[in-house]
């Protein structure tokens, strides 16, 4: 498995990312904030809960409500988030 990266700080100037990559990881706010200009098959964001700015966990949350088609964590992904995690899952069209 290759992977490769990215800063948040720097990642403004990388986009578009290469379009040969399989899965994004975008931890943090600094990252989710890109959110709409990330095209990947899979897309992970990690969110920190224990932060008072709600304005990322909203924006991942309207781009669920708005584009997204659920998925099951267990059923579809074969993943049981460990106690405490929240997750969800969920597709967007390219």
Not at 35 to 52: N, Q, T
Request: net charge negative; with cysteine; proline share 7%.
């Amino acid at each position: 498995m290759v992977y490769a990266p990215f800063s948040s700080a720097r990642l403004a100037d990388l986009l578009p990312l290469p379009q040969d990559l399989n899965a994004v990881i975008l931890d943090g706010g600094g990252a989710i904030k890109y959110l709409g200009d990330i095209e990947a098959p899979v897309v992970i964001c990690v969110l920190d809960r224990s932060v008072a700015d709600e304005s990322v966990a909203e924006l991942v949350m309207q781009l669920r409500n708005t584009r997204g088609e659920p998925l099951s964590l267990m059923s579809d992904l074969g993943w049981q988030p460990p106690d405490g995690v929240e997750a969800l899952a969920f597709t967007v069209a390219l």
